[in-house]
């Protein structure tokens, strides 16, 4: 008999097969089930990210129309008052004052101010919906050099609404040296006005259906004229950038 016949035995069924290399072969009858398995995961995730964008998509056009018809306007932050607790100027040199407040010696080597301001500001809320504060912060400056800050704690303001935020920005001797001293001794003995800026960013959110929206931002930049001899403010003058993104 051939070597080629005793390899091959008849089965019941008519069939025949090989009795070597039948485990070679046999994996290659898996590999359809394998590809129809994997084809069937990539679908369900291709029908999940379809239905996740569907979902993402009408949550974004419910809030946009809820967002213009509501017509969100811009919140208002104004700085009402300002109050001047305490103004104190020293130099280098002890003499340098006298009892009227005139300056002896022109130009101080250094010279430190101490200040205790009072800020009042008023949020005005014109929208039909509330506004969510962030916390805000406030910088005195004179001459472009910081002098001290403060910060005003997150609120949330309702619909329609009038609100007094106050701060106090509370500068402990802070240091100038000489051409800035010279140039604050000037300006507190001759012309008796020490002019400073108050800068701060506040951050708002409208809140609609507790929904935020992206954050919105008022910048605030006063300049404010103290009169050291009357510890008062004698002028002020505020700007506001408006809203950014």
């Known amino acids: 008999m051939p070597p080629h016949a005793r390899e091959m035995r008849p089965t019941p069924n008519g069939d025949h097969h090989r009795r070597h290399g039948l485990s070679a072969a046999s994996p290659l009858a898996y590999y359809p089930r394998s590809s129809s398995s994997s084809a069937s995961f990539k679908g369900c995730c291709c029908c999940l990210f379809l239905l996740s964008s569907f979902l993402l998509l ?124 010279a140039d604050l001794i000037r300006d507190a003995s001759l012309s008796d006005r020490v002019q400073l800026r108050v800068l701060g960013d506040v951050g708002a959110k409208i809140r609609v259906l507790d929904f935020d929206s992206p954050g919105v931002q008022v910048s605030v930049d006063c300049a404010i004229v103290i009169s050291r001899r009357k510890q008062s403010i004698t002028d002020k003058q505020c700007g506001f950038d408006g809203l950014s993104v």
């Open 58 to 181: 009408l949550v974004l056009a419910v809030f946009l129309i809820i967002f213009l018809a509501v017509k969100p306007e811009k919140p208002q932050f104004d700085l009402q008052q300002v109050g001047v607790q305490y103004m104190g100027i020293s130099t280098s040199n002890p003499s340098s004052f006298d009892g009227t407040g005139t300056a002896v010696s022109p130009s101080p080597t250094t010279a430190s101010l101490s200040l205790t301001i009072h800020l009042l500001f008023t949020a005005v809320n014109p929208n039909k919906v509330g506004i969510k504060y962030g916390e805000s912060r406030f910088t005195v400056m004179y001459r472009g050099i910081p002098l001290g800050k403060a910060s005003v704690p997150g609120f949330y303001q309702e619909a329609h609404s009038t609100r007094n935020v106050e701060a106090t920005i509370a500068v402990d001797r802070a240091n100038l040296m000489q051409a800035d001293a």
